[in-house]
């Protein structure tokens, strides 16, 4: 009798288990982020250089302690991010080596966190604009940063930063399609003098 019980109650669970109702773990999901169409528009101020930059940006000029009249932030507010822009006129060759070993340590400081730090040479000799681009992938404060310069008097820097907790996996969209706008603004970047 105690066998049949426990039998039949367990004749019960199996068939109970069986109703249909089955569970299975939904994966973690992010919001869908809506894209603005591509357009630029000429930066072209009383700075050494020009370049184009997306029309749902804001350009403002960094108006921080010591700072370049060259010097601005532009701001994705949509995104939450901004891209720092800073301008050097170059005195001397120490003095540019100096910069550019500069940017090589901005970069590299996200080593800790950086999953990868992928560079790449900016080569525009007829417009002699060279530089180094750096792809930072990971948990980093900053994703990308990149310089310019004429290699003789000119250096200009870049570095984009989101103004929250840094998570690669959820914010890699919004990264890569500002990485386009940071392409476009190198490739139509230009010196005046």
């Known amino acids: 009798m105690k066998k049949l019980l426990i039998l039949s109650f367990l004749i019960a669970m199996v068939l109970a288990a069986c109703t249909g109702n ?16 591509k357009e630029y528009r000429k ?18 000029h960094d ?17 939450n991010g901004n891209l720092h822009l800073t301008y050097y006129d170059v005195l001397s060759q120490k003095e540019y080596a100096e910069l550019v070993e500069d940017a090589r340590t901005f ?18 000799p007829e417009k ?31 570095a984009l930063y989101f103004n929250e907790r840094p998570q690669y996996d959820s914010i890699q969209p919004v990264v890569n399609f500002i990485k386009k706008d940071i392409d476009r603004m190198i490739s139509t970047f230009k010196w005046k003098n």
């Open 63 to 79: 108006g921080a302690g010591n700072t370049n009249s060259c010097w601005y932030n532009l701001s994705f507010p949509r995104f």
């Open 107 to 124: 970069a590299f400081k996200h080593t800790v966190k950086a999953n990868a730090i992928d560079q790449r040479l900016i080569n525009y």
């Open 43 to 60: 930066f072209d101020t009383g700075c050494p250089f020009t370049f184009d930059y997306p029309v749902y940006t804001e350009m403002t």
């Open 22 to 37: 089955s569970y299975s773990p939904k994966p973690r999901g992010y919001f869908h982020i809506e894209f603005p169409k």
């Open 128 to 158: 002699k604009v060279y530089g180094i681009y750096y792809a930072i992938e990971g948990n980093t404060a900053s994703s990308v940063q990149f310089f310019l310069t004429d290699s003789v008097k000119h250096y200009f820097r870049g």
